[in-house]
T-cell receptor, first 113, second 116 residues
């Protein structure tokens, strides 16, 4: 089955700096890669996703890149703000109607003001 | 508000109790999931109800029993739990296309369960 590895497990950055979180996946059939943000006391919420037919996607300060050959994808947050502090999860979906998302272990991002 | 509602938000139960967690989705999705989130562990998929089929993680103990009476409602029945079952239990829903492509999962806010 699919296996998703996520690094680092914790990340601290100064406000205004960039943050990068990386994930690798094992199954080349995976074609959908979402990123979720989980704030304290809440469930994970989708912040950006990418499908395997594109290499990069941007949404304001957030971008995701995908390298299908190397089977890795990354989340980039620029000009970080204290409200970006949360746990971020990557996930991968296999091309099978009965296979749900497989999540990474999460990265706790702390943005220091 | 994500369109997925979980109740209760918090639950404390003894090891001999029987309780149920409820999840309701208002998004018209055809798949619903139960996840367990423990401290310092990844989201652990427990059960999936997808297109009226149930898929389960074989490592989930039988003291957890899911029920999905229709595509909008999902329950997790709990009995004789152990303290290590204390965790955040998250419900999610998604739309699975006939072509086999999953869409994003929408999560509820979770039920914080404490077993004493």
């Amino acid at each position: 089955g699919e296996n998703v590895e996520q690094h680092p497990s914790t990340l601290s950055v100064q406000e205004g700096d960039s943050a990068v979180i990386k994930c690798t996946y094992s199954d080349s059939a995976s074609n959908y890669f979402p990123w979720y943000k989980q704030e304290l006391g809440k469930g994970p919420q989708l912040i950006i996703d990418i499908r395997s037919n594109v290499g990069e996607k941007k949404d304001q300060r957030i971008a995701v890149t995908l390298n299908k050959t190397a089977k890795h994808f990354s989340l980039h947050i620029t000009e970080t703000q204290p409200e970006d502090s949360a746990v971020y999860f990557c996930a991968a979906s296999i091309k099978s109607r009965n296979t749900p998302l497989v999540f990474g272990k999460g990265t706790r991002l702390s943005v220091i003001a | 508000e994500t369109g997925v509602t979980q109740t209760p938000r918090h639950l404390v139960m003894g090891m001999t109790n029987k309780k149920s967690l409820k999840c309701e989705q208002h998004l018209g999705h055809n798949a619903m999931y139960w996840y367990k989130q423990s401290a310092k562990k990844p989201l652990e998929l427990m059960f999936v109800y997808s297109l009226e089929e149930r898929v389960e993680n074989n490592s989930v103990p039988s003291r957890f029993s899911p029920e999905c009476p229709n595509s909008s409602h999902l329950f997790l029945h709990l009995h004789t739990l152990q303290p290590e079952d204390s965790a955040l239990y998250l419900c999610a829903s998604s739309q699975i296309g006939r072509a086999g492509l999953n869409t994003e999962a929408f999560f509820g806010q979770g039920t914080r369960l404490t077993v004493v």
